[in-house]
């Protein structure tokens, strides 16, 4: 805490990228220096009853789980205030080694003992705001991987010595600049994060837009017309109803043995963790060279034919030929329906309408065949697709948009935060 002699890394470091106004030199101390643990009990008083998001951050139980799920062990819970960091022990995919978040709300909060790490920074020496971003690119679990053996787990969390913790180097500016140049990099990387947020809220609008639209281009179940129609097919008629079997072909995906592995080849081989890619799977490495019974023909419905995969509603619409493998199925329509106003129809409808209703939902021929969904005339099909087609460009854009931001967020923290490897190198 203030006041302590300082220990001082061997080595002095600075950032990549800094601030014009900010000349002085950097170095790291450990976390020890300038933290301490926080042991307060809740007790019998008062708290709000906080778990962690990954990459998200602290959010009250209520919201989490929909309910209150601290019981009688809420008094052991230890007790954090605004600006505390807590670290959760539970390894994730993004952040195998737990993730550490700062509490931002000024209520008296509390976080599980069993799972949680919490301590408190001295504002004196550290800027809550730095120290949280700083822990937002993994600094803590690209150190603390060093402590944690692989099945070390204890009670369901990793198991973390604080003085491990502790120990953890800490790269901060010093002088009396110090706190002035790491408000500086919280405040950028905040303008940023604020600017994500509204790109976010823009995307959901668009894709909450998009939703309500298919809502009503399509009719609702037990009727034959939809709530919207364009204006030059309102005297059109019913749509009809139609069997999946009438207008659709239906192909199974075959395991990669069964075709030819080429580097030469020309045909991308599709699983159901590539249904994340979009439509143009450009990043699916093997080529496979296969005969035209393997096929899928572009403009296929793709989606998986087992598992939670159903119940999201991944499906595709390929463009391009592909092979899929056996977990997969593909819907190519015959001429009289257009393909990409099946896809959208299907999307509204759900996988999960089609498929069978057991633990594990499959879909297979017997569940496609007589399902029946409504048609209009060709052009009316082409009509509703297009419309769709031109927002589903704008939601893509969007989508890209985002995610350019937040790989320029990435590479900027990259280089306003020394790298724990240059500064032991």
Known sequence: MAGKTKRKSERELKPK?????????????????????????????????????????????????????????YK???????????????????????????????????????????????????????????????????????????????????????????????????????????????????????????????????????????????PREGETLPRLRFPEFKDAGEWEERTLGELVEIRSGQSPSQYQLDSAGKYPFVKVEDLNNCTKYQSVARQYSADTNGLVPTGSIIFPKRGAAIELNKLRLSEREILMDTNMMALTPISTCHAEFLFYAICQIGLSSIADSSTIPQINNKHIIPFRVLVPTQPEQERIAACLTSHEFVVVAQSQKLDALKTRKKGLMQQLFPSMEDAHA
Not at 26 to 42: D, F, G, M, V, Y
Not at 67 to 73: C, F, L, P, V, Y
């Open 17 to 73: 990228l800094r601030f014009p106004e900010f000349d002085s030199a950097w170095t790291e101390e450990p976390l020890s220096e300038s933290a301490k643990i926080i042991n307060e009990k809740a007790g019998e008083k008062k708290c709000v009853f906080l778990s962690i998001t990954s990459g998200v951050g602290l959010v009250s139980q209520q919201e989490k789980f929909g309910r209150t799920i601290a019981g009688k062990s």
């Open 76 to 218: 052991n819970y230890y007790v954090i205030r605004r600006n505390d960091f807590a670290y959760n022990k539970s390894a994730t995919k993004e952040f195998p080694q737990g993730y550490i978040a700062m509490y931002s709300g000024d209520e008296r909060a509390s976080v599980p003992n069993s799972i949680f790490t919490c301590f408190r920074v001295d504002e004196d020496e550290l800027v809550p705001e730095y120290v949280d971003y700083l822990f937002h690119s993994n600094h803590h679990g690209r150190w603390l991987q060093n402590f944690i053996t692989v099945g070390a787990r204890a009670h369901g969390s990793l198991s973390v010595n604080d003085d491990d913790l502790l120990a953890m180097p800490v790269p901060r500016p010093t002088g009396k600049t110090s706190l002035a140049e790491q408000r500086k990099i919280a405040g950028c990387l905040s303008s940023l994060d604020e600017l994500i947020g509204a790109e976010s809220r823009k995307l959901e609008a668009l894709q909450a837009h998009k939703k309500g639209l298919m809502q009503q281009l399509f």
